[in-house]
């Protein structure tokens, strides 16, 4: 997995890139990370101040919590339908 860099630092990188003084390639070569990295940190910054479409870091986290809430509705659903299901059962005649 790759080695995780932190925030200050890309936040560095990609605000080297945008000054434009240097080509992509020279500014990951100075930062000693690939051009890739460099090219990954661009798009989402670019995504993060709305200059491309795109999930933010805080819509991930929206959508990544309410997927959680949506999956624990749906237990709580299922437990009720059985219950509810084997209440039913339980009343029938003859029982």
């Known amino acids: ?5 932190p925030k200050g630092f890309r936040d ?9 003084r240097a080509p992509l390639k020279q500014v990951a070569k100075d930062f000693g990370i690939s051009e890739g990295s460099l090219t ?3 798009k989402a910054a670019d995504v993060e101040d709305g200059r491309r479409p795109g999930l933010t ?11 959680k809430r949506i999956r624990l509705l749906e237990q709580e659903n299922e437990v009720l339908r ?10 029938l005649p003859g029982k």
């Open 82 to 91: 059985r219950a509810a299901a084997d209440r039913a059962h339980a009343n």
């Open 12 to 20: 560095d990188g990609v605000a080297v890139t945008r000054k434009g």
């Open 1 to 5: 997995m790759a080695k995780a860099y």
């Open 40 to 42: 990954n940190w661009m």
């Open 57 to 67: 870091d805080a819509d991930r986290a929206e959508l990544r919590e309410a997927k």
